[in-house]
């Protein structure tokens, strides 16, 4: 399997040398051939190309079997005909990553805001509110006079449908259970369009329970009891938001893992931006972006049969789950390591894993 490492920005370099470590150590324990190619985006590629992403780079990505994206400035990036464009709405765009596939889970160890859970949120990651990608060229955020902004939100049946499928799969290997999230109240036509495709995927999963929930009262849903979630369904601003939520109420946003995935290519990412905040201070938790790698492998071991990928994917999980329980891990979730530590240890316990364990 040939990855495509691009770094990012802020946290990026560092959270990314961790989990690019926990690759090589999962490659060798369950001989998965990993191949890495290492390249830039974000500032890094302006500042090189005079472009956050280049033509070239996406030619790299398409002919690869995976891509690991660490997190980029975006809020930086403001205008494209300099070079600025946002490198995750590439990716996605350019790639057809519709599905952006978003875990959340308590770990034994930590402190519980919530009590126990176990979730996905399953957000389209196509259009929705998203100006700089649902429309073909141009922006769908515009300045009609100096003090009024007109943004446009895009849903379509295709969209609707193809997310409802991926989230009414998850859920059959899961604890058959969907929930519906949208703002169909007031978003009447766009969300009720959303509603009924999900509804109509569900009569093929008859075994699945489904429910919905308008996106506040949601807000409060989750926090209150969050272990009545399985599968969360939603568009795309509501899935960013909520699963930010989720993450948080796990242990720390930290801990998010976040896969993009189409029918041809998938993207691994953490769910957290470049955190300006703690960049360079060996402080940030790479456990984002090394739960978002395992959920890459999964991808690919479900997509070409191979069960070494999905035997690996599960075992990162774990040895993420010991960690934090071991405090070896960053402080936020009340470790004690920093975040090259954390990586090294990480690698560490993965080459271990299988071996007994001494009494
Ligand atoms: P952020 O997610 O970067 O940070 C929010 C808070 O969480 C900060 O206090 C930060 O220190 C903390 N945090 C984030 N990741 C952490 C980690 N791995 N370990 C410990 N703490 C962590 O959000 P922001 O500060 O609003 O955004 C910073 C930049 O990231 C902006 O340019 C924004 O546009 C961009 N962004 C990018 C992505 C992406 O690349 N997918 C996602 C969200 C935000």
């Known amino acids: 399997m040939k990855i495509i490492v691009l770094p990012g920005d802020g946290i990026g370099p560092e959270t990314m040398q961790a989990t690019v470590q926990v690759l090589e150590a999962a490659s060798s324990r369950f001989d998965l051939g990993l191949v890495f190619e290492h390249d830039v985006a974000g500032h890094e590629s302006l500042r090189r190309h005079g472009a956050t992403v280049t033509p070239a780079l996406l030619d790299k990505v398409k002919a690869a079997d995976g891509l690991m994206l660490g997190p980029m400035a975006t809020y930086d990036f403001k205008d494209e005909a300099k070079g600025e464009i946002n490198p995750s709405k590439f990716f996605r765009k350019e790639l057809d990553l519709f599905a952006n596939i978003r875990p959340a889970r308590t770990w034994s160890g930590l402190p519980q805001k919530v009590g126990e859970f176990d979730l996905v949120v399953v957000r389209e990651n196509t259009e929705g509110f998203y100006a700089d990608r649902n429309i073909e060229s141009g922006s769908s955020e515009m300045l009609v006079t100096r003090d009024v902004v007109v943004s446009l939100r895009r849903i379509t049946r295709a969209c609707c449908e193809r997310i409802a499928r991926s989230a009414f799969q998850l859920a059959a290997t ?97 769910a957290h931006g470049s955190a300006p905040d703690i960049a360079g201070q060996d402080i940030a938790n790479p456990f984002s972006l090394i739960l978002s790698a395992a959920q890459l492998l999964g991808w690919h071991g479900q997509r070409r049969g191979l069960p070494a990928f999905n035997a690996a994917a599960l075992a990162i999980e774990q040895a993420a789950a010991d960690a934090i329980a071991d405090g070896e891990a960053t402080r936020d979730v009340g470790g004690r390591l920093g975040t090259a530590a954390t990586g090294r240890a990480f690698a560490q316990r993965l080459a271990r894993h299988g071996e007994p364990v001494a009494a």
Request: hydrophobic share 45%.
């Open 174 to 270: 899961r604890k058959r259970h969907v929930s519906i999230v949208h703002k169909a109240n007031v978003l009447k036509i766009g969300d009720g369009m959303f509603i009924d495709e999900c509804r109509r995927v569900a009569q093929e999963f008859p075994d699945v329970q489904v429910d919905d929930f308008i996106v506040d009262a949601m807000m409060a849903h989750v926090v209150r009891a969050p272990r009545r979630f399985d599968v969360i369904v939603t568009t795309n601003m509501f899935g960013d938001i909520l699963s930010d939520l989720t993450a948080e109420l796990s242990g720390s946003l930290g801990l998010g893992g976040s896969l993009n995935a189409g029918s041809a290519h998938a993207m691994g990412q953490a």
